[in-house]
């Protein structure tokens, strides 16, 4: 299970946030906070495995949250849900020591997919720069690869590349077996592969 803490003035937006999330069997809402000294006081004396919060808040903005979370040293991780698609701001959350920055009009299945990767230590520091539009060859293909599937896509192809069966894959996602293939097929047409064998290539250049 993956426990987590909202931080969010906006209670409306928290508590969508919440309903979101509370869908997936391996995520459990330990508080929702209207301000970022609340939270932080919750998590002195609570464990937390992924902090979701906002930048503009009362008391303590998300700034202040990303500084004090990881003074505590406790290995919380920090994801800023934020809607300013600014560049200096995002690279200023990362420098402070945040996990990830997503912005708030993303879809939810990037928010779901990100606290997971979060969570293992899979994410990809810098991917989320690809949200600034800054198509400067910087990027590696495989992190715009990877942006263009969504979080269930990305799954799948994990398996895939593990070696499983549109079948294994079904039972393990607990999904149909005829929609696993409809999502494979979505997955070679997004990145322009035509077999199996380049399909797990792919994977592999992804980092999956």
């Not at 979101?20 to 464990?47: A, S, T």
Request: hydrophobic share 40%; with cysteine; aromatic share 6%.
């Amino acid at each position: 299970m993956i426990s987590i803490a909202i931080a969010d003035d906006h209670k409306m937006f928290a508590k969508g946030i919440e309903s979101l999330l509370e869908e997936e069997e391996d995520f459990v809402i330990k508080g929702l906070f209207p301000n970022g000294l609340e939270l932080i006081e919750f998590l002195e004396d609570n464990l937390v495995d992924v902090v979701l919060t906002d930048m503009n808040m009362p008391k303590m903005d998300g700034t202040g949250v990303i500084e004090a979370v990881k003074k505590m040293g406790k290995d919380n991780k920090v994801i800023v849900l934020s809607m300013y698609d600014d560049k200096e701001l995002y690279e200023k959350c990362i420098k402070l020591g945040a996990d990830a920055y997503v912005l708030k009009g993303s879809d939810p299945d990037e928010l779901i997919y990100t606290i997971r990767e979060v969570h293992e230590g899979n994410y990809i520091q810098g991917f989320e720069k690809l949200m600034f539009q800054q198509d400067d060859g910087k990027y590696p293909d495989h992190f715009k690869e990877r942006f263009k599937l969504s979080r269930r896509e990305l799954e799948i192809l994990r398996l895939i590349k593990d070696g499983k069966l549109n079948k294994e894959i079904a039972e393990i996602l607990c999904l149909s077996q005829h929609t696993v293939e409809s999502h494979r097929k979505k997955i070679h047409q997004k990145l322009g592969v035509s077999s199996a064998v380049e399909l797990v290539k792919k994977a592999i250049e992804m980092n999956l």
